[in-house]
């Protein structure tokens, strides 16, 4: 073999060689393409299938919120029309007393008189009501009643003054104690026991 054909079989074989590592070299880099591609895929697909899995998890939150609150302003509703609902019937049944015929009235005030002298200690009452009470104490004879139940003997006296509300105010002579009996003051003493009455009656088949 010549020395050019020497010289040329090296350079062939260095060629061949070459050729041969830039095919490995670029297979190797298609590979490693290839590889980071698939765990950019799959990588992308699991973002994509956490932003899924986030936003249904916002949505159904978003729900749930809408229908909690929903719930909320239906019971506030609620409870509102029952409270006023309520509070017009303790209207009702005040106005109803401000209005009630005399022989009625009369009856009534007869027992908050003797009741509230009852409560009070010693034996001299001063009494006082509305114009109306004021004339019908005047007709009663409380004294006897009384006397017999504090054994003792009872002075009563229907104060001339009246008061702008039905029911009346007993007090001791000397205006130490006293007791209200008006209508007004006996409901709203009562007022707790009187709403949970009235809620009983109008709304005891549903649940609060």
Same mark, same amino acid.
């Given at each position: /073999?010549s020395?050019d054909? %020497? ?6 074989k260095?060629?061949?060689d ?7 070299l670029?297979?190797?880099?298609? =590979?490693?393409?290839? !590889? ?5 895929k799959?990588?992308a697909?699991?973002r994509?299938?956490?932003?899924? %899995?986030?936003a249904?998890k916002?949505?159904?939150q978003?729900?749930? %919120?809408?229908?909690?609150n ?6 506030k509703?609620k ?16 106005n109803?007393?401000?209005n009630?015929?005399?022989d009625?009235?009369a009856k009534?005030?007869k027992?908050?008189a003797i009741?509230?002298?009852?409560q ?8 006082k ?9 005047? !007709? /009663?004879?409380l004294e006897?009643?009384?006397? $017999? ?5 009872? =002075?009563?006296?229907i104060?001339d003054s009246y ?7 007993? =007090?001791?002579? $000397?205006?130490v104690?006293?007791?209200?009996k008006?209508?007004?003051n006996i409901v709203?003493r009562?007022r707790?026991n009187?709403?949970k009455?009235i809620? %009983?009656?109008?709304?005891e088949?549903?649940?609060?």
């Amino acid at each position: /073999m010549s020395e050019d054909q %020497k010289v040329q079989h090296i350079v062939d074989k260095i060629s061949a060689d070459a050729d041969e590592k830039a095919e490995e070299l670029i297979s190797e880099a298609k =590979s490693k393409s290839k !590889e980071i591609e698939e765990k950019a895929k799959v990588k992308a697909e699991n973002r994509r299938n956490e932003i899924i %899995k986030e936003a249904e998890k916002k949505a159904r939150q978003e729900k749930n %919120k809408v229908i909690a609150n929903a719930k909320l302003d239906a019971k506030k509703k609620k409870y509102r029309v029952r409270e006023e609902l309520i509070e017009k019937v303790i209207s009702r049944v005040l106005n109803r007393a401000q209005n009630l015929e005399d022989d009625e009235y009369a009856k009534i005030l007869k027992n908050l008189a003797i009741e509230a002298c009852r409560q009070l200690p010693g034996n001299e009452f001063l009494l006082k009501s509305d114009e109306d009470g004021r004339k019908l104490l005047q !007709e /009663m004879s409380l004294e006897d009643k009384l006397s $017999d139940s504090k054994d003792m003997q009872v =002075s009563i006296t229907i104060e001339d003054s009246y008061i702008s509300e039905r029911g009346i105010i007993a =007090s001791t002579k $000397d205006g130490v104690a006293s007791v209200d009996k008006t209508f007004r003051n006996i409901v709203s003493r009562n007022r707790k026991n009187i709403r949970k009455e009235i809620n %009983k009656i109008l709304f005891e088949s549903e649940s609060i």
